[in-house]
């Protein structure tokens, strides 16, 4: 069964704070993504990475970064949290098939 | 980059009767097209996926159909009952890599 877990379903943090995420996979799966969740926008790819060390924008990477030192672990990192990204936050991870298999989910709120 | 709309937005049903959810993709090169259900407060589950080389494909009580030539695809709930009830959310991937591109989303109310 496959397992992707992130490290808080809530959390609160004041405007330009530093901002960790972090998602663990335990099924050795390539490729992570982190997703940020709007009502009426669906789900929109932040960033990507399809093996350690190796990451890729995606359709909206501003005002974050991310770091993947170890195969099942994908962090995304807020430099200096703002208001607008104040949403809630799913990582996903899949082996090369067809189906991603996300986390429950961070919904973070900035202050 | 490939762009996925979706309508309805909002879809309410009585129990028993169908819904039907459709999306268009703007990418003529995606070739694989998820479903995910997301329930309230869950994560997102693929329920049914289809590839560009299918026209259809059934599951139970849910069927997807796909249009390559007019680039849309819809998801089709028969008998819906009140679990049915979600957020829907329709995907489209291109031929290389595993990034998807996911249309806004519907909800689905089923009323008892």
């Known amino acids: 069964d496959v397992k992707v877990t992130q490290s808080s379903r809530y959390l609160v943090k004041r405007t330009g704070e530093k901002v960790f995420l972090e998602c663990v996979q335990d099924?050795?799966?390539?490729?992570m993504f982190w997703y940020r969740q709007d009502p009426g926008l669906g789900l929109r790819l932040i960033y990507f990475?399809?093996?350690?060390?190796?990451?890729e924008k995606g359709d909206i990477p501003e005002g974050y970064s991310v770091s993947r030192e170890k195969k099942e672990r994908f962090s995304l990192i807020l430099e200096s949290a703002s208001t607008n990204q104040t949403s809630m936050y799913l990582c996903?991870?899949?082996?090369?098939?067809?189906?991603?298999?996300f986390g429950p989910g961070t919904r973070l709120t900035v202050l | 980059g490939e762009n996925v709309e979706q309508h309805p937005s909002t879809l309410s049903v009585q129990e028993g009767d169908s819904a039907v959810i459709k999306c268009t993709y703007s990418d003529s090169a995606s070739n694989y097209f998820p479903w995910y259900k997301q329930e309230l407060g869950k994560r997102p589950q693929l329920i049914i996926d289809?590839?560009?080389?299918?026209g259809e494909k059934k599951d139970q009580r849910i069927a997807v159909t796909l249009n390559k030539t007019a680039k849309h695809f819809s998801l089709h709930i028969t008998e819906t009952q009140p679990e049915d009830s979600a957020v829907y959310f329709c995907?489209?991937?291109?031929?290389?890599?595993?990034?998807?591109?996911f249309g806004g989303g519907t909800r689905v109310l089923v009323k008892p």
């Open positions: 099924m050795d799966h390539e490729n």
């Open positions: 289809i590839r560009s080389n299918v």
């Open positions: 990475s399809y093996d350690v060390k190796m990451k």
């Open positions: 996903a991870s899949i082996a090369g098939g067809n189906e991603q298999f």
């Open positions: 995907a489209a991937r291109k031929a290389a890599g595993n990034k998807l591109t």
